[in-house]
């Protein structure tokens, strides 16, 4: 049932250039880091590239800087260097928190921050093995023609759950992509389309070479809920990047992953600055969340559960910042 | 048993263990099969149907295509229950839930099996399909099986005592519905067999990973239609049974039809999946649980209807709906019990045994019941249970008997170390404390396959090399039973733990045994191997008084030594007394024997034996939580524990095996369910099944509470089931002293903490609207 992993044609780069030609020779491969999500996805038999394009060897991409006004992250970084990157950890505490919530120790070694921004989308009906999928006729996500969560529709409703995003989201991130025309930079947030099927909006030739974070005075948090203290993907991650000035909001941005198929920023959160966050304000940032997350049966834990517990995690960490931020 | 060195006081490690550790131990996957061809199962990509088409002839045809079977290659069923054999290893006409394997492939290396698979040709008319009890016992429903109306395997119907006079008696009567979800055993190790047919000699050897290595004997020879002489069953090391391994499986049938089908040797490795599909695990459980309570905590009567979602097949069904009955007593005095069970045939992978067969979930009910009856009541949790203590000896209502019971005792234990008496009810909102009790059966007293022979049987050999080695059927699937045979044997001949060698689970050389289930090993097959330490002393103390002209009443044995008196005068090291022993009658070889008396084997009525055995296991348990009450996650901070093994005969084991239920009801209690989409397993995986990690386990304060029971052995009875039970009430109990909550579903998820949390603000607040407007 579990496919044995046929051994395609490995290939190891040595920097970017090499690796997009490499791609572009290809067109059936994948690029592979730490292969966490990648290799259970192959052995499920939901992916079956031709060629992988091991992108561990690239240095450019290993490589974390902090400076005065941004911090540079290489997509090729480790969860876990990240996450015990005690510099990031103290200008923007929400990164290190997404970090070290990720999987388990194992898979944060071998997983890489490009790795978890690029995260297939994940549905109880798409990761299954292919006997499953089969004795259920497939589903659109792959090989399909039916949702098997909203069957009416024709739109694939897979959550994207990385955990990083949502951090980067509220913290303004941007990706630097290379790509055989060379080079651009856009805001993470326009990386990512609502569609389970095809979230990640880059060419098949492009790859993250890196993400870059502004450096502002924020405060930031993220959590995640989940059936267990590891390992889990999110069932609802919120992350939140806040400053206030003397008794009242400056800036406020909400990240959120595991409800929907991209990870987005809640819209309308500016209608808070120069206002303090009270109990009415935190009911009313409740509400926002709860309308502009769209949770569907994708997780055997029921999406009302996912809408409630995100809304309650904005809420609480608005408050915490918040209080933070005026202390 | 003596506690005087230190070794006898905290116990040793597992004789096994550093074999394991090491990753020296063979498990089956590990075993030498690079000639051996690979196996691979067709399953039933449906629910319920008549098989109209299989045809292997292009499956058959692909090169490197050893063998496939189908049923055609093995008419005859199989099952653990002799009277309840009701399934094929490979469907025979008809499949009865999604996985159910069809056909099966030997071929040279797996990826020509997978694609041989694929070159299978089925189709099926399909049938009307049920994936829950109520569906399944509808009355115009489609019948799984042909004699079984209503879909209902078996029910039960037992009453002792007067119930109507009970309830009459009672201050306060309570009726709850509970519900559990289906659990599965998720052992570490994957399932695995390895069979080697020679086609010359007519002989079959199987390895598998098997808690019954007799059962696998007698249904290899009844499905390859095999005499029994020319099978050999051998366990190599054991990665964790829990009961997933209690009954013979398909697969290992399977691999002993391709083996002999293709003349030679065939491996099998399952992968997570199959290994949820094959299950037998926990059946998901509707309880109506109706208590009556005088106003001092007295119980007065019970009424408890049991529905257990059962599977498409029969397996230990009947004994599972029979143990959710028997178990409501033997832990409290109930002076009337009624008992309705029901196991219900659906299309979904069958249920089995699992670790507090039968009981878990039925005391899950009971516990947090009892404890809300009591904050009704205003009585201490600890009070109510207090009030209902049996004495022992005595025999319960259904004619269990209980020989030893420190149940108060362990009460007192966990209410001093957890701080009970400070603490209840004096925690801020959000955390909690809980408590409840649980027992469970040290070995049952009637085996399922009833022979007429001992129950347990333990041969010992001595040889020229003064080494003694115990010979035993008995399987360690890491539970430790293999330590305990050494303990027991070193300590009844007064020799170190060193000379003992034990040999279990070889069909060709140990003494059959029945296996590891119901936590029968150390009772029944330790009381074997006292048995035959004893025979063996009697030669060697005989050899003994002879060389040292003593009379044999005189001789004592202890410390590898011989003496008379204080040994200062007269002592023989027991090599040389061996020696002396051999000189007559050449290497020796003893047997020793464990039979449960007829008494002990349950009432006379319908299903009486199920629930009987010589020695019933206590656990008192306190669980302290945080809830979060935004999220609805719990947190477990702390467990304590107090457990009446009877005598901990190796203290260090006794501890881990405690420890271990209590993790494991700890998964069941808070994260582990199956869930099927139209009868596909949603979570057959260990991420989507999940188990609780590293991450959330609490520190388990153990304590041993010694009873001393009269039949076993050194006075020991069971360790590694009857805390389970124990910790899935104990955390709803506790989460309702946190924030107030009662919750009726297991598990208890983060889901259907917040769900209850939400409904008790909408109560407050239609209260407060109440009290506003009145």
Not at chain 2, 324 to 340: C, E, S, T, W
Not at chain 2, 608 to 620: D, I, K, L, Q
Not at chain 2, 733 to 743: E, K
């Amino acid at each position: 049932m579990t496919a044995p992993v046929a051994m395609t044609k490995f290939v190891r780069p040595h920097d970017v250039a090499e690796a997009i030609a490499v791609r572009r020779e290809n067109a059936d491969s994948r690029f592979i880091a730490g292969g966490t999500d990648l290799m259970v996805n192959i052995r499920h038999g939901i992916q079956s590239p031709s060629a992988l394009i091991d992108l561990t060897g690239i240095d450019e991409m290993a490589a974390i800087e902090v400076g005065d006004s941004a911090i540079r992250i290489g997509a090729g970084v480790t969860i876990a260097a990240l996450a015990r990157h005690a510099h990031i950890g103290a200008i923007y505490p929400a990164i290190v928190q997404a970090a070290e919530q990720i999987a388990a120790p194992a898979h944060r070694t071998l997983g890489t921050v490009g790795g978890n921004l690029c995260l297939d989308t994940r549905c109880i009906y798409y990761n299954q093995s292919e006997w499953w999928r089969s004795a259920n006729g497939y589903c659109l996500k792959r090989q399909g023609e039916v949702c098997h969560v909203a069957p009416q529709g024709r739109h694939c409703h897979a959550a994207f759950t990385g955990d990083l995003a949502p951090a980067l989201l509220a913290l303004d991130a941007a990706v630097e992509i290379a790509g055989g025309f060379g080079r651009r930079r856009i805001p993470l947030a326009e990386m990512y389309v609502e569609d389970g099927r095809a979230h990640l909006k880059l060419a098949h030739d492009e790859l993250i070479v890196a993400v870059h974070v502004p450096v502002r005075p924020l405060r930031s948090a993220y959590a995640k809920v989940r059936l267990r203290g590891a390992i889990d993907y999110p069932l609802a991650g919120v992350a939140v990047a806040l400053a206030a000035d003397r008794g009242a909001v400056t800036s406020l941005r909400i990240g959120i992953t595991g409800t929907n198929s991209r990870p987005f920023v809640v819209t309308g959160t500016d209608d808070y600055v120069g206002r303090p966050i009270d109990d009415k304000t935190l009911q009313d940032i409740d509400r926002l969340v709860q309308k502009q997350v769209q949770p569907m049966r994708t997780t055997i834990t029921s999406a009302h559960y996912r809408r409630l517990a995100a809304a309650a995690l904005a809420r609480r960490l608005v408050a915490q910042l918040f209080q933070q931020a005026t202390a | 048993m003596k506690r005087d060195s230190e070794q006898q006081r905290t116990g040793v490690p597992l004789i096994d263990g550093l074999e394991k550790v090491t990753g020296r131990a063979k498990y089956t996957a590990d075993l030498d099969h690079a000639d051996a061809l690979v196996g691979r199962i067709l399953r039933s990509p449906i629910s319920h149907g008549e098989i109209a088409q299989l045809d292997i002839s292009k499956a058959l045809a692909l090169p490197g295509v050893r063998a496939v079977v189908t049923s055609e290659d093995c008419p005859y069923t199989y099952g653990v229950l002799p009277i309840a054999m009701n399934e094929y290893p490979l469907a025979r006409y008809r499949v009865r839930y999604r996985g159910e394997p069809i056909a099966a492939v030997a071929a040279v290396d797996a990826e020509t099996a997978e694609r041989a698979l694929g070159l299978i040709e089925l189709k099926f008319r399909e049938l009307p399909a049920y994936f829950t009890s109520e569906a399944a016992r509808a009355p115009d429903a489609a019948l799984l099986h042909d004699n079984k109306p209503r879909n209902i395997e078996r029910e039960i119907h037992h009453e002792f005592g007067d119930v109507r006079q009970g309830f009459a008696a009672a201050d306060l009567v309570r009726e709850q519905r509970f519900s559990c979800a289906e659990v599965n055993h998720a052992q570490i190790e994957p399932h695995a067999c390895l069979a080697d047919y020679d086609p010359i000699a007519r002989r079959l050897t199987v390895q598998s990973v098997s808690q019954v290595g007799y059962y696998l004997h007698l249904m290899l020879a009844r499905c390859l239609n095999m005499d029994p002489a020319q099978i050999r069953i051998i366990k190599p090391y054991v990665g964790g049974g829990f009961g997933s391994r209690v009954e013979v499986l398909n697969f290992e049938l399977i691999t002993a039809l391709l083996a002999r089908a293709a003349g030679g040797k065939v491996f099998m490795q399952l992968t997570r999946e199959e290994n949820f599909l094959t299950h037998r695990g926990r059946p998901q459980t509707d309880i109506k649980l109706k208590l009556g309570m005088r106003r001092d905590g007295r119980l007065t009567a019970c009424e408890c209807e049991v529905v257990q979602r059962g599977g498409a097949y029969a397996g230990y069904g009947i004994v599972t709906i029979l143990y959710a009955g028997a178990l409501l007593q033997g832990i409290y005095d109930i002076p009337a019990v009624k008992y309705d069970g029901y196991r219900v045939y659906t299309n979904l992978p069958p249920c089995g045994a699992m670790r507090g067969h039968g009981s878990v979930n039925m005391r899950h009910a009971f516990e947090c019941l009892l404890d809300r009856m009591a904050r009704e009541l205003n009585l201490d949790p600890f009070a109510v249970r207090r009030a209902n203590l049996l004495r022992a000896p005595t025999r319960t209502l259904n004619e269990l008997m209980v020989n030893s019971y420190a149940l108060g005792e362990c009460l007192t234990a966990v209410e001093r170390a957890s701080g009970w008496k400070e603490r209840y009810g004096k925690l801020p909102r959000g955390k909690g404390l809980g408590m409840a009790c649980s027992h469970y059966v040290s070995g049952a007293a009637k085996p399922v396959h009833w022979t007429g022979e001992p129950h347990a049987v333990v041969n010992l050999r001595l040889d020229f090399d003064g080494g003694v080695t115990a010979l035993t059927g008995a399987a360690d699937i890491g539970q430790g039973s293999s330590t305990m045979v050494a303990i027991v044997v070193a300590e009844t001949l007064g020799v170190s733990l060193d000379r003992v060698r034990v040999i279990a689970g070889d069909s060709a050389l140990t003494p059959k045994d029945n296996g590891a289930y119901s936590s029968r090993i150390t009772f029944m097959v330790g009381n074997a191997a006292i048995d035959a330490a004893k025979k063996l002393k009697a030669i060697l103390v005989e050899a003994a008084a002879r060389k040292l002209e003593a009379r044999v009443e005189d001789v004592e044995c202890a410390g590898e030594a011989f003496t008379v008196g204080s040994g200062k005068q007269a002592s023989l090291p027991f090599a040389e007394v061996a020696k002396a022993a051999l000189v007559d009658r050449g290497p020796i070889t003893v047997s020793g024997t464990f039979t449960c008396p007829p008494e002990a084997q349950g009432g006379k009525h319908r299903g009486g034996a199920v629930g009987s055995t010589m020695g019933f296991s206590y656990a008192a348990q306190v669980v302290e939580v945080t809830v979060d009450e935004d999220t609805g996650a719990i947190s477990v901070d702390r467990v304590w524990t107090a457990f009446d093994c009877g005598r901990a005969i190796n203290p260090l084991a006794v501890e881990g095996q405690i420890q271990g239920a209590i993790w494991m009801g700890m998964g069941q209690a808070l994260s582990e369910e199956t869930r099927y989409l139209d009868g596909l397993p949603a979570h057959a995986s260990l991420l989507e099944y999940r188990v609780p990690t590293a991450a959330e386990s609490p520190p388990i304060e153990v304590e041993i509470v010694e009873s001393r029971d009269p039949n076993g052995p050194f006075g020991a009875k069971e360790a590694s089931e009857g805390a389970l039970a124990g910790f899935p009430p104990a955390l709803v109990n506790a989460v309702a002293n946190a924030v107030g909550i009662d919750l009726n579903e297991l598990p208890a998820t983060p889901d259907r903490v917040l769900q209850a949390l939400v409904e008790q603000r909408r109560q407050a607040r239609l209260a407060n609207a109440r009290k506003m407007a009145s």
